[in-house]
């Protein structure tokens, strides 16, 4: 049983990083909470754009909402969410570009 739990968070996990948009929230909340207006600035993408992925990433158990009266705060649901980020960073891989050439459009393979 446990196995397939592992295999769901993961594969949660790896979704949430398929999309650009929902790795540069990640990323972005990596190194501290965010109001949606600032992270959709940052990032460069619309408001609803980054409303739609946050909850994609709030469904995936990887970020949460922290009410503040009529805003809301986005943060990693865990801190070792940035660690595994940090750790996934920090590995070298070899990236065959011919593999996955409009990966950043379409997913990678």
């Known amino acids: 049983m446990e196995t397939l739990v592992h295999r769901d968070a993961l594969a949660r996990f790896g979704y949430a990083l398929s999309d650009t948009t929902r790795t540069q929230i990640l990323l972005s909340l990596r190194s501290g909470p965010g109001y949606p207006s600032e992270l959709a600035e940052k990032i460069g993408v619309s408001r609803q754009i980054l409303?739609?992925?946050?909850?994609?990433?709030?469904?995936?158990?990887?970020v949460v909402a922290v009410p503040e009266g009529r805003r809301s705060l986005y943060e990693l649901a865990d801190p070792r969410i940035a660690r595994a980020l940090d750790d996934l960073l920090g590995l070298v891989l070899a990236v065959d570009p011919s593999c996955c050439p409009d990966a950043e459009t379409e997913g990678c393979c």
């Not at 409303?51 to 990887?62: A, E, F, I, K, V």
Request: aromatic content about 0%; charged content about 10%.
């Open 51 to 62: 409303s739609n992925h946050l909850s994609c990433l709030r469904g995936c158990g990887l």
